[in-house]
């Protein structure tokens, strides 16, 4: 289905009935209302149907840790950065148990789970993480509850990024 869609997410729900729910769908594109609309839709249907838990692959720039950014990079980002705040607080506003985990910079593809990542609680952290660690993060969140109802930053130290 469409997670754009409410009924295509309802109907998903209904049907599998998560007790987990993870967004981490990407690729916004040029789509406005893409980030709010998919996880707002995820959360509804998650409250409807029994699930316990949601957890969103968000991003760091979004609300207080929007000063990691530079001012041209805020207003490059505003509308993508609005929505998936947006989307945080309809989170946290639905009774649901939730973890927001915010990213900084995805180490490209191939590169290598280091075992060196962590969740922080600085959001403001904009640190590479590889998508496998961020992966075993957030698998380890789930019924977890040092995670429950938290914004964290995922980082990693070890990465070292050429610019």
């Not at 915010?102 to 490209?108: D, E, L, Q, S």
């Amino acid at each position: 289905g469409d997670a754009m869609n409410s009924a295509d997410v309802d109907a998903a729900f209904a049907a599998a009935k998560p007790r987990v729910v993870i967004n981490t769908i990407g690729g916004r594109g040029t789509q406005a209302g893409f980030w709010d609309t998919t996880q707002m839709n995820m959360t509804a249907a998650a409250k409807k149907h029994g699930a316990k838990e949601v957890i969103f692959l968000s991003s760091v720039g979004v609300g207080d840790s929007a000063v990691t950014y530079s001012e041209a990079a805020r207003a490059r980002t505003k509308d993508s950065m609005d929505e998936r705040f947006a989307a945080e607080e309809d989170m946290k506003a639905s009774g649901l148990d939730y973890v927001i985990i915010r990213t900084g910079i995805i180490a490209p593809e191939g590169t290598a789970a280091t075992g060196q990542a962590r969740f922080t609680e600085d959001r403001m952290s904009l640190k590479p993480i590889a998508r496998a660690d961020l992966a075993n993060l957030t698998v380890d969140c789930i019924g977890n509850p040092a995670c429950r109802n938290k914004t964290f930053a995922a980082e990693d130290d070890s990465i070292k990024l050429s610019r």
